[in-house]
DNA sequence: GATCAAGGCCAC
DNA sequence: GTGGCCTTGATC
């Protein structure tokens, strides 16, 4: 099935990112991806912006480029909760019949979660765990539909322990957003539908990616948080330290520390159970220090206020284990190389949505977009995982649903663990320079704005963003930090280690990857591509 | 009272 | 075991 479907790319994604900017159009589109040559092909519906929601296509269709969407001109503004839902169900394409346990899924797949779950079933898959899932195959194979299901963002804990019938549960709000959404989107359609249209006539792209989890969402719309807008006045901006605090409200209590960052038994796999470690991002800020006062916070540029708002910690957090959860569920054991290429193809997806909504990236051509995120994106994730750790208490490990314990410290070692030690000594030494929140996201805007990279076409607009932000680090560290000797020139000097890390690493998962023990078809061997051929 | 997402029932 | 239809009950 889906061997018409066109082509879709990183590109294509940003490229309808960037024009939907200023109007925040949400569109759906079938996708192909195409690794190279020897990988099979495979389409999936992927929903622009950053609000995705997947659903297989039919069996046979998505042939046409925008074959999901409404010819032009018939997009109906009348549209109604009822003709949102005229969807498919997105683990076996069926028809929808309703929101069910956090997503719209049809009535079979309904009944088939609830038993699962009710009842306890472990399933075996007699084949290779990853059978394909379709209306007329979906009772083949229980252990890799329910896999789907989990995949595809089936909520454990929409089931009720008690069996308690009727009455609404926890997820009704999010519902009730997530249509809202989709009949904005219906409305919206028509002009994306001319857009996208546009897009697909340039040619196409080489490259394509999908999720690891075979022709299933990488997450769903309901799911993905709204990434801040960078639209909020410097004026009403708090300091940097209550800023570094609420980007993380609201937040729960801490739980008991021993549990902080495992995943919890299903019925209380809630993403609240993985709380954020306040008091480490508290100690991260500086005016938790004898550093600064709260007058020299309120001196902090307000652009790295925003800075700061863009980063959601507590999605990182969620998003990891609500992976590590699923991926785990009512499995004995489980390949945690594989599992943790899955978490770094999830974190690169993210990263990709979060490049795009920042200033300076956002503006750029998506060609430029892409060469930046090729060379960057491994830098980004070793500094995302100093970060997780210093700032929010990230362990080295932690013990999945299985009991199967799972090495956290190699995620930001991209599978070396021959990298620990530089990687310890790193995080010693922003320690010693007590590196912080805002410290973090301008180091990062400084590794996604490289003019150096080749090829980049607007070298002007990007050479412009670093040295802002350069700037702003540079008044930062000597504003909130004047004890530590050119903290700014040190910062600066640590990017070369963090890349010479990310490069080891990338190498590694390339290596991995060509004797055929990494998962295919992911955003992470599409980078690891991407920088060879560059 | 209407809605709708839970659980239950039962023919297949 | 599956899946279509029914019942329930909190929320709007």
């Known amino acids: 099935m889906h061997e018409d479907a066109p082509k879709m790319s990183v590109a294509q994604n940003l490229a309808a990112s960037t024009s939907q900017n200023k109007g925040d159009v949400v569109i759906s589109v079938p996708l192909e991806y195409e690794m190279g040559s020897v990988e099979p092909k495979q389409a999936e519906t992927i929903e622009l912006d950053l609000k995705i929601a997947y659903v297989d296509p039919p069996n046979g269709t998505g042939g046409e480029p925008g074959a999901y969407l409404p010819a032009a001109g018939t997009v109906c503004d009348q549209a109604d909760t009822?003709?949102?839902?005229?969807?498919?169900?997105?683990?076996?394409?069926?028809?929808?019949?309703?929101?069910?346990?956090?997503?719209?899924?049809?009535?079979?797949?309904?009944?088939?979660?609830?038993?699962?779950?009710?009842?306890?079933?472990?399933y075996t898959c007699v084949a290779e765990r990853a059978c394909h899932i379709d209306k007329t195959q979906r009772k083949r194979c229980p252990f890799c539909r329910f896999q789907k299901c989990l995949d595809v963002g089936m909520k454990l804990e929409a089931v009720r322990a008690d069996r308690m019938r009727g009455g609404r549960n926890k997820f009704g709000p999010m519902y009730k957003r997530d249509r809202a959404r989709k009949l904005q989107m219906m409305r919206q359609r028509q002009m994306a539908v001319q857009t996208l249209r546009g897009s697909f006539s340039d040619g196409g792209l080489v490259l394509g990616f999908s999720s690891p989890y075979a022709s299933v969402p990488v997450k769903q719309e309901i799911q993905i948080p709204q990434v801040s807008s960078l639209t909020s006045s410097p004026e009403s901006s708090p300091g940097p330290a209550l800023l570094a605090a609420q980007t993380q409200q609201p937040q729960p209590p801490p739980p008991p520390a021993h549990d902080k960052w495992e995943a919890h038994s299903p019925h209380s796999a809630s993403p609240d159970a993985f709380a954020f470690d306040a008091s480490a991002t508290t100690a991260a800020t500086p005016s938790s220090t004898a550093e600064t006062t709260s007058t020299e916070a309120l001196r902090v540029s307000p652009m790295i206020r925003e800075f700061v708002q863009t980063i959601d910690d507590r999605e990182w957090q969620n998003s990891l284990f609500g992976l590590l959860q699923s991926q785990t569920y009512n499995q004995c054991e489980v390949d945690l190389f594989e599992l943790m290429c899955k978490v770094l193809d999830q974190n690169l997806f993210s990263q990709v949505d979060w490049a795009r909504n920042t200033v300076f990236f956002k503006y750029l051509k998506v060609d430029d977009q892409m060469k930046l995120l090729q060379h960057s994106w491994s830098d980004m994730l070793v500094l995302d995982h100093l970060h997780q750790r210093m700032h929010n208490g990230l362990p080295d490990e932690t013990t999945l649903h299985n009991g199967q314990k799972f090495d956290l410290l190699c995620l930001g070692l991209l599978g070396v663990p021959s990298l620990a030690d530089h990687f310890n000594e790193l995080q010693n030494k922003l320690s010693e320079l007590k590196f912080d929140i805002p410290d973090y996201i301008c180091v990062k805007f400084l590794l996604l704005l490289n003019p150096e990279v080749r090829?980049?076409?607007?070298?002007?607009?990007?050479?412009?963003?670093?040295?802002?932000?350069?700037?702003?680090?540079?008044?930062?560290?000597?504003?909130?930090?004047?004890t530590i000797q050119d903290k700014f020139g040190k910062l600066v000097m640590v990017v070369p280690e963090i890349h010479a890390l990310a490069a080891r690493g990338e190498e590694h998962l390339y290596q991995r990857h060509c004797a055929g023990q990494a998962p295919t078809q992911t955003l992470l061997m599409e980078m690891l591509h991407a920088k060879r051929k560059s």
């Open 82 to 122: 009822k003709d949102v839902i005229e969807e498919l169900c997105p683990v076996c394409g069926d028809k929808v019949s309703g929101y069910h346990y956090g997503l719209l899924t049809c009535e079979s797949c309904k009944g088939f979660f609830k038993r699962t779950v009710q009842n306890k079933k472990v």
């Open 455 to 482: 090829g980049i076409v607007n070298v002007k607009c990007v050479r412009d963003g670093y040295q802002t932000v350069q700037a702003a680090l540079l008044d930062y560290t000597l504003t909130c930090y004047p």
